[in-house]
Structures are given as structure tokens and as C-alpha cells.
């Protein structure tokens, strides 16, 4: 299994920016596909944007095209999520995942490990 760290959340005016950094530890981490996901209070978990192994491909939700952008270092064992014309709606936590394979999901179910999350507050 590989350790999750976030860091990067906080408050934020409506179309401002952010980025959320996730730090793994443990296994190789180019093994991982790494997802992130968030979290609004009283809804479910739900997909944002994951990232192949490579760096390569990408996939996002539809509401986050074009306004966030997942990258990786692998080097530095770390994914991060580039966050701008942030909107009240994106207030959430937020959540680093990984998973083994090769294929761009974005179920929860299919990420083993997981980080302890970043608030992330957008004041309208």
C-alpha cells in the first residue's frame, strides 16, 4: 500500500486558485494510477480527476474541464491538482486516491488507498 498526504486546501474567494498537493510514501510510486476526488457535506464522494501512471492521460469531471488541471511529478512522489476560476460549488474536501492497473478510473471503489483529505472553502 502507498501513504497519501494532502496539503494546499484553504479559503478562497470565488475565482481565485489553488493547488492541492498529494505526497505518497511506501511502494514505487509509478506502480499507482492517482486519482483525486471531494467530498461536499451531505453528498457523496465523488470523481475529479485522475492521472496515468506516465503522466500522459488525464480524465476529468465535467464540471471541473477546462478550470483544473491533475499533474504528477514522479520524481518527487507527488500529484497535484491545479484548481483556478474556483466556484462556491467547489467547496469541498478534498481527496488524494490510488489504485494499480493501467486503466483511467474514476469509480470510487476501484482506489485501495487514500489520503485524510483538504478542506477547501470558495466564499461567493
Known amino acids: 500500500q502507498v501513504q497519501l498526504v494532502e496539503s494546499g486546501g484553504g479559503l478562497v474567494q470565488a475565482g481565485g486558485s489553488l493547488r492541492l498537493s498529494c505526497a505518497a510514501s511506501?511502494?514505487?510510486?509509478?506502480?499507482?494510477?492517482m486519482g483525486w476526488f471531494r467530498q461536499a457535506p451531505g453528498k457523496e464522494r465523488e470523481f475529479v480527476a485522475v492521472?496515468?501512471?506516465?503522466?500522459?492521460?488525464?480524465e476529468y469531471e465535467d464540471s471541473v474541464k477546462g478550470r483544473f488541471t491533475i499533474s504528477r511529478d514522479n520524481a518527487k512522489k507527488t500529484v497535484y491538482l491545479q484548481m483556478n476560476s474556483l466556484k462556491a460549488e467547489d467547496t469541498a474536501v478534498y481527496y488524494c486516491?490510488?489504485?494499480?492497473?493501467?486503466?483511467?478510473?474514476?469509480?470510487?471503489?476501484?482506489?485501495?488507498?487514500w489520503g485524510q483529505g483538504t478542506q477547501v472553502t470558495v466564499s461567493s
Open positions: 486516491a490510488s489504485t494499480t492497473g493501467f486503466r483511467l478510473v474514476t469509480t470510487r471503489g476501484d482506489f485501495g488507498s
Open positions: 511506501g511502494r514505487t510510486f509509478t506502480n499507482y494510477v
Open positions: 492521472i496515468s501512471q506516465s503522466g500522459w492521460l488525464t
